[in-house]
């Protein structure tokens, strides 16, 4: 009966569920960069018990009501997915993701934050469900990461930011990789 699309709403906050890990290998970030053949040699990990607990846990929200609107995180990474749902909404409306809040258990590079293929979903939840969302994600054992808002937009225009501080650069060299 209940279901989250992805339209987004006008008002409400992203939650991310699923860590962003460091590896970009396997993504089409890495292959865009550096070429079709760069694959790269370390995939991220899976977690199934940890990741069926997290599946678990936005099936529930979702059924409870607490999810406006959904995307999973696959091909291009959380900046994709946000991109996604941003072309999809009818709304006018601004998407900010905020890259000083934690998305992971360790500190990663923005590209990772950005364009790592691992899985996870991105999530809106209206400011009347936040505190419900919260709660019922923390007794699930679930960690959902705050990472941005969205808010109104002028009429006639869709805007997704990413804003970083100026210690967070998007570079990569091939060596790194």
């Known amino acids: 009966e209940r279901y989250a699309t992805w339209d987004l709403q006008p008002e409400g906050s992203l939650y991310l ?3 962003r890990q460091e590896s970009l290998d396997g993504t089409d970030y890495l292959q865009t960069t550096f070429g079709p053949d760069c694959i790269g040699n370390n995939l991220f990990d899976v977690d199934y018990e940890k990741s069926q607990q997290e599946v678990n846990a936005i099936i529930g929200a979702v059924r409870q009501g ?7 995180i696959e091909e291009g990474g959380l900046c994709n ?3 996604e749902m941003a072309a999809n909404t009818e709304d006018d409306v601004d998407v900010v993701i905020d890259f000083m809040n934690s998305m992971s258990e360790e500190p990663l590079s923005a590209e990772s934050l950005l364009f790592s ?4 979903m991105v999530l809106q939840v209206t400011p009347d469900k936040q ?3 919260e709660q019922y994600m923390k007794k699930q054992g679930v ?4 990472i941005g808002n969205v808010t109104p937009a002028e009429r006639g225009s869709v805007h997704f930011a990413v804003p970083f501080s100026h210690s967070r650069r ?3 060299t091939q060596e790194e990789i």
């Open 17 to 19: 569920i699923g860590a």
């Open 66 to 72: 607490y999810v406006a609107a959904a995307n999973n």
């Open 81 to 83: 997915a946000v991109a």
């Open 117 to 120: 293929e691992s899985y996870g």
């Open 131 to 133: 505190h419900a969302f």
């Open 143 to 146: 960690t959902a990461y705050f």
């Open 170 to 172: 998007l570079e990569y």
